[in-house]
């Protein structure tokens, strides 16, 4: 039981009026105990998605779940909606972008804490209070058993998002899905939420999959990245190996879009084109019509077959999505120094 | 929050002076003579001469006013000095044209036909509406949202005296299953109360439920696809508490808020239901008076209303901000 959380082939579509958007197309990751995988990704590429199926929050809707999601050894597509209520919480928790719309506004934050205790511990109201102040202590909330009593908009945007951490990680669970936790904070606050998440992995020993978009953040925080488009994994590997050495012209066209405070030149790189529409799948490479490098490859195989992630000859733990040959890709996804570490 | 309440309250004892203000204005433009409606045609010009002295109503209107008013809070004589002062106790809103009866008194016998109609009626189209509303939005899309839904619509567009009958017909007279509508102090007999009250607060439950129903809906759908629902199912918790105590929270304001209104506008008198089955509460007598021209007991349900009316917006403020801890800690 090496890996604590298995992902295997996930696929998640939801019928519209327009036709089926496919979200996720048969994502596969592992997560070990006690690390961090940061998920990166635009907007649309299916990373949310992804935390939300292996949450379970997309049973009683109208999406179709494939695949296999493991949490210590239990399939979690194929849990009831009543197994997985009580996974929730104690086993994995989630933690959400917008604080102040995630949180109850009607309802003392405290409270909202403590009740989520109670409903998976068998305590009186006064103990599930008092391990609720106990969390809003530990997240770094000054005066919390004053703080309990507060509504989520007295809060300010930093102490709701570590109220959230709380109420996540009251019922200690072994692995914590963060969605975007500090993409709405001011930078300050940002380090510091990112410094408590460092905290309480340590101190909880808690695997955290950690989806953002912002890849400077996941320079400070994971362990692994997995770099999605289009719902699917384009890359894997090690923080340093992807950062350093992308292997997928959009994880190199990403990372070559972050500016460069060093130069004087005021142009910003970007990808040219928009993502794809997930309403028709393209039977190539998805990124193929964004990519600058696809006359690299004989025969336009990239619009018409679709790379599989293998892993690369010269970096074995590291895997990508691309036709390129080894030698392309070491002359052209050239390595720059980029920002961050 | 305090201050809030003050300034709310002083708006609504305002509101409620212009209504008397304004009541009391069109009733002396009305172009009845009081003396002549209350002795009937064969009077001398000197009967009715007294009779408009004993009413007080040969005064200029400014004094007539200000007595009224003032009748409101203290204990009003008429005639005040002459050998028989006539005693009109606080809250006196003078005496029947037609009756003689002071108005206070009769509004007081009726009253208690009209609140029971009330609330029962509203007790019941709320817990009902909240529950049939809530079931439909759970259920989107389902059969028995489309059920719900078209019994909503159906039911909306009726109206009382149509099904009030049929139902009278069908299940008092016909069949005997409920007994006919009357009101029975629920001081003497609970069951007699609730039983010859069945039938009224079933009708016009059924045809206030069917918006209640929808607005109920209308706002589960809004708060079950809100983050903090999604929060709640994420932490574990039970699904008839996310339900019921998260979801429901969200959208249960603007239900209070309308309900708080539509009791208030109730109380007032429900003069449909009340004159469809024979009720004789403040409908009925708001009614009567028009149809009789008797001004005083008319300016008396007008201000009886008119108070509930206001009151119930007072109350509906209040339970906002109540409801609504970003109202309840800032204002």
């Keep these: ?341 | 929050m305090f201050k809030y309440f003050i300034k709310r309250t002083a708006t609504a004892v305002v509101l409620l002076f212009v209504v008397v203000f304004v009541t009391f204005g069109l009733f002396m433009a009305v172009p009845a003579d009081p003396a002549k409606l209350s002795c009937g045609k064969t009077c001398s010009e000197e009967t009715k001469a007294n009779i408009r002295h004993a009413m007080e109503i040969d005064l200029p209107f400014t004094t007539q006013y200000t007595r009224f008013v003032k009748g409101l809070f203290v204990d009003r004589y008429y005639n005040k000095g002459s050998q028989q002062p006539r005693k009109c106790e606080a809250p006196c809103l003078g005496f029947s044209f037609r009756t003689d009866e002071n108005v206070t008194d009769v509004l007081q016998r009726r009253a208690p036909t009209t609140f029971s109609l009330a609330l029962g009626a509203s007790l019941i189209w709320l817990i009902g509406g909240v529950l049939l509303g809530m079931v439909s939005a759970l259920r989107r899309g389902k059969t028995v949202d489309k059920v719900v839904q078209s019994f909503a619509l159906f039911f909306s567009s009726l109206q009382i005296y149509l099904i009030g009958w049929v139902v009278s017909l069908y299940f008092v007279i016909k069949h005997h299953i409920i007994p006919t509508p009357t009101y029975v102090s629920p001081f003497e007999s609970v069951s007699k109360w609730a039983a010859g009250m069945l039938l009224p607060w079933l009708t016009l439950a059924l045809i206030s439920m069917a918006g209640y129903a929808r607005l109920t809906r209308a706002g589960m759908l809004e708060t079950l696809s809100e983050d903090y629902v999604r929060t709640a199912r994420s932490n574990g918790l039970k699904k008839g508490r996310v339900q019921f105590k998260h979801a429901l929270r969200g959208a249960i304001t603007p239900i209070i808020t309308i309900f708080g209104l539509d009791l208030g506008a109730l109380m007032g008198g429900a003069v449909i239901t009340e004159s469809t089955f024979g009720l004789k509460g403040i409908g009925t007598l708001s009614l009567e008076a028009v149809y009789e021209l008797d001004l005083p007991l008319i300016i008396g349900t007008v201000i009886f209303g008119a108070f509930f009316i206001i009151m119930a917006n007072l109350i509906v403020d209040m339970l906002y901000a109540a409801l609504d801890p970003k109202v309840r800690i800032t204002k």
């Excluded at chain 1, 695949?67 to 994995?92: V, Y």
């Excluded at chain 1, 998976?120 to 703080?147: Q, T």
């Excluded at chain 1, 969605?179 to 001011?186: F, G, K, V, W, Y």
């Excluded at chain 1, 004989?298 to 690369?312: F, I, N, T, V």
């Design chain 1, 1 to 341: 039981m090496s890996n604590f959380l298995e992902v295997k082939d996930l696929k998640v579509a939801f019928p519209v009026e327009a036709g089926v958007v496919h979200a996720v197309n048969g994502l596969s990751f592992n997560l070990e105990a006690g690390k961090s995988l940061g998920i990166v990704g635009e907007s649309g590429s299916g990373k949310s998605v992804t935390s939300l199926a292996i949450m379970g929050l997309l049973k009683e809707s109208s999406a179709q779940v494939s695949g296999q999601i493991n949490l210590d050894g239990q399939d979690l597509i194929a849990a009831s909606e009543n197994d997985m209520r009580k996974i929730r919480s104690t086993k994995i928790s989630m933690i959400f972008q917008d604080s102040l719309a995630a949180l109850h506004p009607y309802f003392r934050v405290g409270k909202q804490i403590a009740e989520v205790y109670k409903a998976h511990n068998n305590v009186s109201k006064a103990e599930a209070k008092k391990r609720a102040i106990e969390m809003l202590d530990r997240v770094g909330i000054p005066e919390p058993d004053k703080r309990f009593s507060d509504y989520p908009h007295q809060f300010s945007g930093g102490m709701r998002q570590r109220a959230m951490i709380a109420m996540a990680l009251v019922c200690n669970p072994k692995f914590l899905i963060a969605d975007e936790p500090t993409t709405a904070l001011d930078v300050t606050v940002q380090a510091q939420i990112l410094e408590l998440l460092k905290s309480v992995q340590k101190e909880f020993n808690t695997s955290i999959i950690f989806i953002t978009h912002d890849l400077g953040v996941i320079s400070e925080f994971a362990d692994d990245v997995l770099v999605m488009y289009a719902g699917r994994a384009v890359e894997k590997g090690s923080v340093v190996e992807v950062l350093t050495k992308p292997q997928h012209p959009y994880s190199w066209g990403l990372l070559s879009s972050i500016p460069d405070l060093d130069s004087h030149v005021n142009k910003f790189n970007s990808i040219p084109g928009t993502p794809p529409s997930m309403l028709k799948l393209a039977s190539g490479c998805a990124f193929e019509p964004r990519c600058e490098f696809k006359s690299n490859v004989a025969g336009g195989k990239c619009a018409s077959q679709l790379p599989e992630l293998h892993s690369l000859a010269e970096s074995p733990t590291q895997e990508a999505r691309c036709f390129l040959s080894d030698a392309d890709r070491k002359r052209l996804l050239t390595p720059r120094q980029f920002a961050g570490n």
